[in-house]
């Protein structure tokens, strides 16, 4: 049996190590160290000698979207959230701590995330943030030297195989494999290592790509674009510039991330649109003018799903391109097509500073089928989300306010990231 590349520890304050702790039944175990080791010399040499000066925040801010690209939930059913107090909180390589709260230098402020699937699928992140840009450099810097000085390190019998496939002046990527009597299994862990400004990012990608240099490749190149919109907003901690380009927004935010062979899945950004429910009742809906405007959308076997985000000059626009927009819906009259009724609910949504959501059923002779379309329009300062969604849902026995509150909740949360990003457009920014 493999071990895990994660062991969670009890709340006794053990670090957790990183990325050579393994957990095993009789294949390597590994007691957690009871704390940080001691600075060496070497990083209290660092510590003296990196400026006073940092370009962004010193701490976490509000609603830094942590957890844009991961699933919203985890394989047991529990969401994903973003906490101030990660369970990842160490790097040891070959005897040594590498990384932690302290070593080489002091963490001032950190987050982190992580996702669990069935089996085989752990995704983690710590986010931890320095005093000045530096130090964040130098914790890059250290991490670069001992994934580089420990190729290899053998736990409990199995070889932990680490190699740094991409070296770039801001960021490292690891790949992290297993070998057991010569041989490599199919388990995989790739590690990135990213600092902005006064932030590191650490994150680690763990599955079964392991078997070719081909798969390996792709989840190399899978645990990038995950973690894109993460790395895209840590430019905030570069000198406060939060993302001003609709496009760098996790617009795909809790999406399935694949989707039935033949489908096109994910597509962002995608050729503009009109949202889902235009083409169910009343047809295209008052136009955006002045507006940027990205889209994306997600097909699969009887799931559609698009969303389009338009940023306004101002918030007075925004505002008015919402209430047009909800008008026009409220004045859309009862469609009737080939025998098929669609009733309309629309009803307000307490999300980002003004929303509202219209759901579409369908009935044949009074009675509900299958076949619900939805539409949710937030709007956050001058920013506004159209997000539709259509699927076999809208034939149960509750009523029709019901169900349209449950997937409108539904939706609020596969979006949550994504409206959490949207602060860059308000006067407070992020």
Known sequence: MRPLPRLTTPVTGLALLGAVALLGAGCGDRTPTAAPAPPTEASAAVADVVPATASGPTEVPDGFPLAAGLPRRNGDGSPVTVTDRPTWTSVELCGRTAWSAGTPVAQRDTAGATYTGEAEDVRSRVLAVHGTDAEATSVLGALRRAYSDCPQAEEGGTDQVYEVVEDEPDAITVTHRYRSEGRFDTGLEVIEVRAVGTAVLLTSTYGEGGGSPESIAAQVAFAHDASRPVVEAMSVFAGGASPTDPASLPLASGWPERAEPGQ???????????????????????????????????????????????????????????????????????????????????????????????????????????????????????????????????????????????????????????????????????
């Not at 097909?299 to 008008?327: C, I, K």
Request: charged letters at 25%; aromatic letters at 6%.
């Open 264 to 430: 096109d899945g994910v597509v962002s950004p995608a050729p503009r649109s009109e949202p889902i429910m235009s083409a169910y009742v009343c047809g295209p809906g008052p136009r955006p003018r002045g507006a940027e405007r990205v889209d994306a959308t997600f097909t699969d076997v009887e799931d559609r799903r698009s969303r389009s985000m338009r940023v306004f000059p101002d918030a007075d626009a925004a505002a008015a391109h919402v209430a047009a927009v909800r008008s026009f819906w409220e004045g859309c009259p009862p469609q009737s097509d080939q025998g098929f009724d669609r009733p309309l609910v629309v009803a307000d949504s307490p999300v980002g500073g003004q929303s509202f959501s219209v759901v579409a059923f369908t009935e044949v002779d009074g009675s509900p089928v299958p076949g619900l379309v939805a539409l949710h329009v937030v709007r956050v300062g001058r920013s506004v989300l159209l997000d539709s969604t259509s699927d076999q849902g809208g034939a149960g026995a509750e009523p029709r306010g019901v169900q349209a509150r449950r997937q409108v909740e539904r939706m609020t949360t596969d979006s949550a990231d994504l409206v959490a990003a949207m602060c860059a457009w308000t006067e407070a920014g992020c």
